[in-house]
């Protein structure tokens, strides 16, 4: 029972353009959504996060959109750097819920 | 910045033998976690830990699996005989109060069972 999923494995984009990462989840009483960001041999970085009562937060080049009713959130990073190559994991908590439910990552490689 | 640590960064171990993963976590977190990801798999949750005691744990948490908090700093994962499927990075992570600011984690401990 796979109640977060990333459906892309890998994206690759162009130093500059823009970045989208999407994430699906099944479970309605996931309430918290995160972002991160790994690099190999180190742990996940958390990069942003938004709750269930919002549908937009920003944080620099990184803005999280959450479609409740589509069950879908995204990540958007603009611009893109090459420093942004990474695995990007979308995780989900529900309420009263301490763990969080990670995606299966999506390698993103930006192109100078 | 705060960091989370773990030692070692790679355990080699014969199966059947017990390991004892370690981990400092941030010192004004109240939230502790275990996660593992066996190579080219997600991150899985292994374990949550509030108040001195387990508040969930996963089906992969079986009766092998034990943690600690033994002195209010450090926070153990013993896995008491290993098989070789518990091949896998292990990751600790805490938190905070306030879901929204996400984990901390540490940069794993790489352990291979032969």
């Known amino acids: 029972d796979q109640q977060v999923k990333q459906n892309s494995p890998s994206l690759s984009v162009q130093e500059g353009r823009i970045s989208i990462l999407n994430c699906d989840y099944t479970?309605?009483?996931?309430?918290?959504f995160l972002w991160y960001k790994k690099y190999p041999a180190e742990g996940p970085t958390f990069l942003i996060s938004?709750?269930?009562?919002?549908d937009k937060n920003e944080d620099g080049r990184f803005t999280v959109f959450l479609n409740k009713s589509a069950k879908h959130l995204s990540l958007h990073i603009v611009p893109s750097q090459p420093g942004d190559s990474a695995v990007y994991f979308c995780?989900?908590?529900?309420?009263?819920?301490?763990?969080?439910?990670f995606g299966d990552g999506t390698t993103l490689t930006v192109k100078p | 910045e705060p960091e989370v640590t773990q030692t070692p960064s790679h355990q080699v171990t014969q199966m059947g033998q017990e390991v004892i993963l370690r981990c400092v976590p941030i010192?004004?977190?109240?939230?502790f976690y275990w996660y593992r990801q066996i190579l080219g798999q997600k991150v899985e949750f292994l374990v949550s830990?509030?108040?001195?005691?387990?508040?969930?744990k996963s089906e992969i948490f079986d009766d092998q699996f034990s943690v600690e908090r033994p002195d209010g700093s450090n926070f153990t994962l013993k896995i008491r005989s290993t098989k070789l499927e518990d091949s896998a990075m292990y990751f600790c992570?805490?938190?905070?109060?306030?879901?929204?600011?996400?984990?901390?984690f540490g940069s794993g401990t790489r352990l291979t069972v032969v």
């Open positions: 992570a805490s938190r905070g109060i306030g879901r929204l600011y996400g984990y901390t």
């Open positions: 995780a989900a908590s529900g309420a009263n819920a301490g763990k969080s439910t």
């Open positions: 479970n309605s009483m996931f309430d918290y």
């Open positions: 830990f509030y108040n001195n005691e387990i508040s969930e």
């Open positions: 938004i709750s269930s009562i919002k």
């Open positions: 010192s004004n977190h109240l939230y």
